[in-house]
């Protein structure tokens, strides 16, 4: 049964994407802008707070402000051209990259953001692939204009050869670097100057221009060299290029490319309103049986991709996020909780604008909400006001770095053990069982160094917990499975088995070769590199 009209009204106005990028394009500084297009906030601060600068509002952990960076992800909620929006900015760092999986499993769409100087990436190409083997529509977003880059038809080419997608000009820069003076918005058909002197400025003018018939126009706004390049560069494409194709979006087989400056403002309001027109809304979301759930469903699901602990740490809170993939929300409903087989009250719910919070009475398919969580909810778990829903697990990766803890305070041991666990279920770090020691004393593992860096920073500023980090000569985890996906409890040779948060048996090796051993030792075992999460 569908929902009501004016239900099903709400949800068509959802849209909800995700900002990806490598590491420094300025994905965090795009965040800020589209926030304040949005009108959450009024004043806009660079990622890192320097003197005399108000920091990012999206980057709202201690240690994220520290070092200038997005270490965990972000959850934000505004309204523009009568659409909602929830934007989730993710860590670009790749040693966060199961945390930024995860986010593309709640989002509808993707803003790729590329730097004009720096081209496509190495892990703008594994993020892209993610949201290609999920079929997310993704726009593109050519950064820091206001630099010295490669020229945009170069850029266009590189991005298609690399990503193997085509890409469709939606603006087109005059001038790059000093010589930039603004974007040609190819479907409205208008040059916007912009004043390079002032920053955030909103009073640009803006002029006609056909490139059949205003060419001369150039030779007035940019020198005669670059006038004469983006003459010869419009020329190209408009006789090249059909008319955007929806459809070719929607299902991936182009992107449609804005050019502009983030930290300068310039270009990010066209993308947004070239965003609110194309963005897809909530889609119809997989289950495991081989089915799909109906965004417009009067039946109300929706499953948890992140846990945050001590958002709030004077209340040691615990906040699941929860994508409504169907239906309405109402703060206080009850709901069945698939994992746990019975019904659970959400009784305090919250939308975001990064740490900042309010109380949310209601929400709809598309929205993501926050759930204040006593221990009930782990990363991919169903919930729905009808029956039982299961949607696509959620995998875990291998990781790639072990160690164990131990406390300075042995009096604070149980206080250790508590935080650690408090982590590990937000999916920061993972623990791992040695069977001859046991729970008390777990092995902790990250896919990279920061991870770690992290969790001493949090240990210390969250907890007040002076550890150490003994590391262990351990570089290699596998699941063993049979052929049909079935644990493995017994190999072939002299290997330990560990287990995992889910009790999942796992084998920790000190490097490939041994792996490869193991490998001939047990030919009928596959040895998986990550592993769905217990329902």
């Known amino acids: ?40 906030i009024h004043t806009t601060g660079e990622v890192k707070g320097k003197s005399g600068t108000k920091a990012v509002t ?134 916007i100057i912009y004043d390079q002197r002032r920053e955030d400025v909103l009073d640009f003018q803006v002029i006609p221009f056909d490139p059949a018939t205003d060419m001369a126009k150039l030779d007035g706004i940019l020198d005669a060299e670059s006038a004469e390049q983006v003459k010869s560069e419009l020329e190209l494409i408009e006789g090249a290029l059909p008319p955007f194709d929806v459809q070719a979006f929607l299902s991936g087989e182009i992107s449609p490319v804005t050019f502009g400056s983030a930290k300068q403002n310039f270009g990010v309001d066209i993308f947004l309103n070239f965003f609110s027109k194309y963005a897809p809304g909530p889609q119809p979301r997989k289950t495991r049986d081989g089915g799909e759930v109906d965004p417009l469903d009067a039946n109300f699901t929706g499953f948890v991709f992140k846990i945050q602990a001590n958002m709030d740490r004077r209340h040691r809170d615990r906040v699941a996020f929860l994508r409504i993939c169907s239906g309405r929300f109402e703060r206080g409903m009850k709901v069945q909780h698939a994992r746990l087989g019975r019904e659970l009250r959400l009784a305090y719910s919250n939308q975001f604008v990064a740490a900042e919070r309010e109380t949310v009475d209601e929400a709809f398919a598309g929205d993501i909400v926050g759930v204040n969580d006593t221990g009930n909810f782990a990363i991919g778990d169903c919930v729905s006001s009808h029956g039982r829903v299961l949607f696509e697990d959620i995998p875990k990766f291998a990781p790639e770095l072990f160690a164990r803890l131990s406390v300075r305070d042995a009096l604070k041991r149980t206080k250790m053990q508590e935080a650690i666990r408090h982590i590990s279920e937000e999916g920061a770090i993972q623990v791992l069982i040695d069977p001859l020691v046991g729970p008390q004393d777990p092995i902790l593992g990250a896919v990279g160094e920061l991870q770690f860096e992290v969790l001493l920073h949090r240990l210390q500023d969250e907890y007040n917990l002076d550890v150490k980090l003994n590391r262990l000569p351990f570089s290699v985890a596998r699941w063993p499975r049979t052929a049909d996906g079935k644990a493995v409890e017994n190999l072939k040779g002299q290997f330990t088995m560990y287990r995992d948060s889910n009790d999942q048996p796992v084998i920790l090796l000190a490097q490939e070769w041994d792996l490869n051993w193991a490998q001939r030792e047990n030919p009928a075992v596959e040895f998986q590199t990550s592993i769905t999460r217990a329902r």
């Open 58 to 191: 999206s980057d709202w952990m201690e240690l994220e402000r520290q070092k200038g960076i997005s270490i965990t992800s972000s959850v934000m909620t505004f309204d523009y051209n009568e659409l909602r929006v929830n934007l989730l900015d993710t860590p670009g760092h790749k040693d966060f990259s199961e945390d930024t999986y995860r986010v593309l499993m709640a989002v509808d769409s993707a803003c790729m953001l590329i730097d004009v100087a720096k081209g496509v990436e190495e892990r703008t190409k594994r993020l892209y692939e993610v949201c290609r083997y999920r079929q997310v529509p993704i726009f593109t977003f050519v950064n820091k204009l206001d630099r010295e880059g490669k020229d945009p038809l170069t850029l266009i080419d590189e991005i298609e050869k690399t990503l193997g997608m085509q890409c469709y000009p939606v603006t087109w820069p005059l001038g790059i670097g000093q010589r930039f003076k603004g974007i040609f918005n190819r479907i409205t058909k208008e040059i």
């Open 1 to 40: 049964m569908l929902s009501t009209p004016a239900v099903q009204k709400e949800i068509q106005r959802r849209r909800t994407f995700a900002i990806i990028s490598h590491p420094d394009a300025g994905k965090t500084t795009l965040t800020e802008k589209l926030l304040f297009h949005g009108g959450v």
